[in-house]
T-cell receptor, first 117, second 113 residues
Framework: EAGVAQSPRYKIIEKRQSVAFWCNPISGHATLYWYQQILGQGPKLLIQFQNNGVVDDSQLPKDRFSAERLKGVDSTLKIQPAKLEDSAVYLC???????????????FGPGTRLTVL | GENVEQHPSTLSVQEGDSAVIKCTYSDSASNYFPWYKQELGKRPQLIIDIRSNVGEKKDQRIAVTLNKTAKHFSLHITETQPEDSAVYFCAASNPPGGFKTIFGAGTRLFVKA
């Protein structure tokens, strides 16, 4: 079974520039998560999708961050404009919903390491 | 808001000794508690989890205990090996609607050979 795919793996930009990350979850996983992991900290949930609908985006800085999952499969996370404090690893994860039952285990992608200069 | 506190932040043990990592959570509605292991530069991977209707779960050298009344849960690793060296994250998950997950800050475990 293929895992969660993310690209790019690394990105370096200057502050005030824009950047976009892409995630392809495990096939059949209806739930998709974007996390921000700052060095030395635990992952912080930014947004959670159920199919193409947003379940939770309470911690997403909506003035600069946006995310979409238009067809309920792939997702993109965008930052515009970037700030120095956005430097972090952005992790995508997915989990399964089957027969109306939620399976809790989240499978993480390799992450995108963003450096904002 | 919801919070998960994790202690210690760093733990160093001798190979063969046991390691214990403790977490507390604030949201009494949480009912699923996973533990993830993250090796340097790699993605977090689930190593064990426990649900609120169970007090203890064991998988070979790893065990997790849960005290719902006190809102505490702990990870126990016995007979530690150098390959157990990593950062371990606890998390608490809150239904409904897809289980919003709050992670602890992590414990960096060093196992000395």
């Amino acid at each position: 079974e293929a895992g969660v795919a993310q690209s790019p793996r690394y990105k370096i930009i200057e502050k005030r520039q824009s950047v976009a990350f892409w995630c392809n979850p495990i096939s059949g996983h209806a739930t998709l998560y974007w996390y921000q992991q700052i060095l030395g900290q635990g992952p912080k949930l930014l947004i959670q999708f159920q199919n193409n609908g947003v379940v939770d985006d309470s911690q997403l800085p909506k003035d600069r961050f946006s995310a979409e999952r238009l067809k309920g499969v792939d997702s993109t996370l965008k930052i515009q404009p970037a700030k120095l404090e956005d430097s972090a690893v952005y992790l995508c994860a997915s989990s399964l919903v089957a027969g109306g039952k939620y399976y809790n285990e989240q499978f993480f992608g390799p992450g995108t390491r963003l450096t904002v200069l | 808001g919801e919070n998960v506190e994790q202690h210690p932040s760093t733990l160093s043990v001798q190979e063969g000794d046991s390691a214990v990592i403790k977490c507390t959570y604030s949201d009494s509605a949480s009912n699923y508690f996973p533990w993830y292991k993250q090796e340097l530069g790699k993605r977090p991977q689930l190593i064990i989890d426990i649900r609120s209707n169970v007090g203890e779960k064991k998988d070979q050298r790893i065990a997790v205990t849960l005290n719902k009344t006190a809102k505490h849960f702990s990870l126990h690793i016995t007979e530690t090996q150098p390959e157990d060296s990593a950062v371990y994250f606890c998390a608490a998950s809150n239904p409904p609607g897809g289980f919003k997950t709050i992670f602890g800050a992590g414990t960096r475990l060093f196992v000395k050979a």
